[in-house]
């Protein structure tokens, strides 16, 4: 036997390291709170260890969800705190075990490394021989081992036996084989004994807790059965596919009629279409002879017309050689050419003086404009510039006017023009240097534009523009001081009790406004901060104040002075602010100034050092102190951004304005200069049309009598030679056309003789396709040849005919391929139902009308028997044998249970035949089975029908139905008898009934005896762990409870409530009281001597239970 000696818990919810023994019997108890579940829990985690099988603090609410993380890491679930243990740690869970049989101890554990991150992996080991005070856990450094480390110092020693599993069932297999070979039923009655569940369905309970489901093996009785179905099946068949078979032969005698007439009928139509091609190269023969006669009468009279056109021909170049030679014909073509080329050059040149005179035009009302603009903000014309502009038009718009008739010297008028060019450049370049300008200004004003935009966002986050070396040192500052001390900028550390005193206050600080403050007590740090820094960060001219120094000067301003307009918090600007403004007096006026010392005005008009000075508007605008200074500054920048953007969008259109006078001036000093070369056109004008006029009176005086008759005769002879070239050319065009007739004839004679031994060819092939089928073919084309019609039309008459016989065999193939179709898809055969032949399925039906049918009925019967006999060898007795050993099951429990009364009350486990399924269960049972004969003759009818209906029901019911057969848990009925005295009552009847303590008897009678069957073997642990035990029992009944635990020799471990432990504790060995105190739990004990007088029912280890492992 194996008996749990002692638990340890570190770091394991509330308990950081607690051990405790256990004797045969011990109570944990505390109050509500105190962790006696946690003690439970810790136990299934070792014992079950899937966690889906375990229900952590099992006494608890349905709902209760604490998880393995909440008792890793202590989970408290307070606002200020979430768990006992933070960061990395180790957790491990020790359980020993004192083996009697061996006589040594092992221990069974868990070791967990937890993480910050609230991830954790953990491992299950067991270790023997070993015992807890051997456990290496600690290293060294006094720190946990880490789970690798645990099981790294351990699997080396090869003195221990070790086992380590981060698998959960391997390590439940390992468990249960180190227990003893326990079933692996532990762990579900394990997990049910920790939490109160009434029985509410005895037949439940049975199914959980004593009888295992085992499976009964029918494959080989429903592959029987199938044979003999398959053969009964095929037997009917055979007669099903013999008249399909003959159908299907009848139907290909059908197509074979009407395939044979098709192919005769194909030799007479290619035979006539060979006689169709040979009378069509004859007509081809006379075609040819006609072109040939044709094409001879053609060229002799094209010979004719060749002689006629020369003829013609050689007298108009006679006369054409005759009017060459004519002198005067001679100069009125020279004449002609000269007026055809001056009327282009005189066009030629009127056009560009037009062009030049609209060009002059455009300029002279280009120059007038511009000398009209008044220009805008950045631009303007002198009074001279004006006027030079104006006499610039005046010219231009002159010469383009009068210009035509001009006589006079045109070189001064090129070279005004020339100068207006050069003053025009000059012009041009004085307004580029301004939009140069312009744009450098423009660029400016967006630049500003940007800057104030980024002012006011900051501002709009209450963050005022400081100096870049305000900013600059005060982060500095900040990062080196840390916590030690804020860095204070002066003006936002104060407000402002009187707006009208804010100018003088703000001027009269200036840039003291923006001094840099810290504690007193890092003043020095800070300014060796300073001094260290300034050059690498180029931070100057920042004040830094001296508040050490500064403190003396709290509470010494004077009445009337500046400080009195100013309020603050924080002691450290109090100081500063006294230290400025405390002897600055307010005066009332100019006047008032002179009765003191240092005083200003509320205009800003101040007096120090017997001199009166005016503070100027920049030093206090914009303002900084106080909150009102940024809504003020505010306001003031949003002014300056209207305005900066008015100033640019004026700007951008003067810009625009001035850039499209510069776009038209450019390039016009070349266009003057251009221009001024043009002016000769106009002379140019005058002597070409001069020069045309004096060639057209000279062309006037010529005599061209001779010519004008040389010419009339050379256009008739170009008549006639026009005629006869005509005539030649249709005569030659005509030939072609014969000659293209010869060769196509020629071509079509020549193809023709091909076509016929094409078709001459295809009727041989047709005879070397069909030898046996010729003398056939030829006696049907007897008929066509004597007949007189047409060729063509004997074969439309021949084709149409085939036609309609190809159609009736394509139909009778068809409903043959369809039957074949139908054949396959019946017998699933895989034959082409398409095949031209038909030996395949004649074969088949050769070989069924040869087949032997009473063979078949043979067969039939012989796997019918072969089924039947699988039937009776496994399935019904399996399931008898599995019958006969349940009842044995419960024999040996309700053994067990006539050993323990609860006071007069007595438990007894009644199983009877099942009502449901009693007509299976007597034909199962029957004796008469094992005789001889087949297994439905060798009992009555009744039983042989219940036989035979269980049988359909298996071999033909899918496998979910077929549970509901096989199982044979089923076949039996089961219920709880009580025993009082003379009376008994069955525990289904009043289970409904009972108080909570009579109903919570029978629940630990059946665990206890479920624990007793497992533990049904001396090599077994004993363990039984109750959680919140017997809560509803009274003391006799608890009482009787314990003392049955001590005669089962089981070692019961039963988290109890307080109170109830005055009627327990004098019944065990050992008493564990729990505490809770401030999130930290511990153990303490009181033993107690172990009776050894106690009475142990020893288990029965028979042959029966050897069966239940090996049966199936």
């Not at 006992?84 to 101890?105: C, H, I, M, P």
């Not at 023997?128 to 880490?146: T, V, W």
């Not at 021909?313 to 002198?327: A, C, F, V």
């Not at 070397?768 to 047409?790: C, K, M, Y």
Request: aromatic fraction near 10%; include cysteine.
């Amino acid at each position: 036997m194996k008996w749990l000696k002692k638990l340890r818990l570190i770091n394991w919810h509330y308990f950081a390291d607690e051990v405790m023994d256990f004797g045969k019997q011990t109570l944990i108890t505390g109050k509500n709170a105190a962790g006696k579940s946690t003690i439970i829990d810790a136990m299934q985690v070792l014992f079950v260890a899937n966690q889906r099988m375990i229900k952590f603090n099992p006494a608890a609410h349905e709902d209760a969800k604490r998880t393995l993380l909440d008792y890793l890491k202590g989970k408290i679930g307070s606002d200020e705190r979430g768990y006992v243990r933070d960061g990395d740690f180790n957790t491990y869970l020790l359980a020993e075990f004192e083996d009697q049989e061996k006589r040594e101890s092992f221990v069974v554990g868990m070791v967990a490394d937890v993480f910050s991150s609230l991830e954790h992996a953990e491992e299950f080991f067991i270790l023997a021989p070993m015992n807890l005070d051997m456990l290496e856990l600690i290293k060294p450094d006094g720190r946990l081992r880490s789970r690798d480390e645990f099981r790294g110092y351990y699997q080396g020693n090869s003195s221990i036996k070790s086992v380590f599993e981060q698998n959960k069932s391997q390590y439940q297999k390992a468990l249960l084989s180190r227990m003893g070979h326990v079933h692996e039923r532990f762990f579900q009655t394990f997990t049910r004994a920790l939490s109160f569940k009434p029985i509410q369905n005895i037949r439940d309970f049975v199914y959980q807790n004593i009888l295992d489901r085992q499976e009964l093996q029918l494959g080989l009785m429903k592959e029987n059965f199938a044979v003999h179905e398959r053969y009964q099946f095929e037997l009917q068949e055979l007669q099903k596919r013999k008249n399909k078979l003959g159908q299907i032969q009848e139907r290909f005698q059908n197509v074979e009629k009407y395939r044979h007439l098709v192919i005769e009928q194909d030799y007479v139509i290619r035979s006539l279409r060979v006689l169709k091609e040979k009378e069509t190269f004859d007509q081809l023969v006379l075609e040819l002879q006609g072109i040939n006669l044709k094409l001879e009468q053609t060229r002799s009279e094209l010979e004719l017309a060749k002689q006629k056109k020369e003829e013609a021909t050689r007298q108009k170049d006679e006369l054409s050689r005759k009017l060459y030679e004519n002198s005067e014909e001679k100069r009125k073509n020279e004449l002609d050419l000269n007026i055809e080329s001056g009327k282009k050059s005189l066009i030629d040149l009127e056009e560009r003086f037009s062009v030049w005179k609209r060009s002059m035009q455009k300029q002279a009302e280009f120059l007038a404009n511009l000398g009209i603009w008044n220009g805008n903000s950045i631009w303007g014309f002198s009074d001279n510039d004006r006027k030079q502009l104006q006499n610039a038009a005046d010219v231009l718009s002159g010469l383009s006017a009068n210009f035509s008739n001009y006589e006079g010297d045109i070189e001064p008028e090129k070279e005004r023009l020339r100068r207006m060019g050069d003053q025009l450049e000059e012009v041009q370049e004085r307004m580029s240097e301004t939009r140069t300008r312009s744009s450098d200004n423009l660029r400016e004003l967006e630049q500003q534009i940007r800057e104030t935009e980024g002012v006011i966002h900051n501002l709009e986050q209450h963050k005022r523009p400081y100096h870049e070396g305000v900013m600059k040192l005060k982060t500095l500052l900040e990062e080196r001081l840390g916590t030690r001390s804020p860095v204070w900028i002066f003006c936002e550390e104060m407000e402002l009790m009187d707006e009208t005193w804010r100018n003088a206050i703000e001027g009269y600080l200036n840039t003291q406004r923006f001094d840099l403050l810290v504690e007193p007590s890092v003043f020095r740090e800070a300014l060796s901060i300073y001094e260290r820094e300034k050059r690498s960060r180029r931070i100057e001219g920042i004040g830094l104040v001296n508040t050490a120094a500064e403190q003396k000067y709290l509470n010494t301003s004077q009445d009337g002075s500046l400080a009195e307009s100013i309020d603050t918090s924080n002691s450290v600007i109090q100081a500063h602010m006294e230290h400025l403004l405390g002897r600055v007096m307010k005066a009332v006026d100019d006047q008032d100034l002179l009765r003191y010392r240092t005083a200003v005005t509320a205009s800003c008009m101040g007096y120090s050092n017997l001199v009166a000075r005016q503070i100027p508007e920049r030093l206090y605008s914009p303002p900084y102190i106080g909150a009102q200074a940024v809504t003020r500054q505010l306001e003031l920048k949003r002014e300056e951004l209207v305005q900066l953007r008015r100033q640019h969008a004026l700007l951008s259109v003067d810009l625009e304005q001035l850039q499209a006078w510069l776009d038209q001036l450019k390039g016009k000093q070349s266009l003057l200069v251009m221009l001024a070369d043009q002016l000769e056109l106009q002379r140019d004008v005058a002597n070409c049309m001069a020069e045309l006029q004096r060639w057209e009176e000279e062309r006037k005086t010529i005599d061209l009598s001779e010519a004008d008759r040389l010419r009339e005769q050379i256009g008739s002879w170009e008549k006639t030679e026009k005629h006869w070239e005509e005539n030649r050319d249709s005569l030659n065009r005509k030939i072609g056309s014969l000659e293209e007739g010869v060769k196509e004839v020629e071509t079509r004679r020549f193809l023709q003789i091909n076509f016929i031994k094409d078709k001459e060819a295809i009727v041989e092939q047709w005879k070397a396709a069909w030898p046996e089928r010729l003398q056939f073919a030829q006696g049907r084309l007897e008929d066509p040849i004597r007949s007189t019609i047409a060729t063509e039309t004997k074969l439309i008459n021949w084709e149409s005919s085939r036609k309609g016989n190809e159609t009736k065999r394509d139909e009778e193939s068809q409903q043959l391929a369809q039957l074949r179709a139908e054949y396959n898809a019946t017998y699933t055969f895989t034959t082409n139902i398409d095949a031209e032949n038909n030996e395949v399925y004649s074969h088949l039906l050769e070989q069924i009308e040869g087949l032997d049918i009473p063979d078949y009925q043979k067969k039939v019967e012989a796997a019918l028997r072969v089924s039947e006999e699988e039937f009776k060898s496994h399935f019904v007795f399996k399931l008898r044998e599995a019958i006969e050993m349940a009842k044995r099951e419960f024999r040996e429990l309700n053994y067990a249970l006539d050993n323990f009364p609860f006071s007069s009350d007595k438990y007894h486990f009644h199983v009877v035949p099942s009502e449901k399924y009693r007509r299976y269960y007597d034909a199962v049972m029957d004796p008469r089975l094992m005789e001889r004969g087949t297994l439905f003759d060798v009992i009555d009818d009744e039983r042989a029908d219940a036989l035979q209906e269980l049988f359909e029901q298996l071999v033909q019911n899918e496998a979910e139905d077929m549970e509901e057969f096989t199982d044979y848990r089923r076949y039996l009925d089961y219920d709880i008898l009580v025993r009082q005295g003379d009376n008994q009552y069955r525990f289904s009847q009043v289970l409904k009934e009972k108080s909570g303590g009579e109903t919570q008897t029978p629940f630990y009678v059946a665990i206890l005896a479920s624990f007793y069957h497992l533990y049904r073997s001396e090599r077994t642990l004993r363990i039984v762990v109750f959680d919140e035990a017997f809560n509803k029992m009274d003391e006799q009944r608890i009482q009787t409870s314990l003392k049955l635990i001590k005669k089962m020799n089981l070692q019961l471990i039963a988290a109890v409530p307080d109170e109830k432990i005055q009627h327990m504790a004098p019944e065990v060995t050992t008493t564990l009281i729990v505490t809770n105190q401030d999130y930290r739990c511990f153990v303490d004990m009181i033993d107690r001597w172990e009776d050894e007088e106690t009475q142990v029912i020893e288990p029965r280890e028979t042959e029966a239970d050897w069966q239940q492992e090996t049966l199936f």
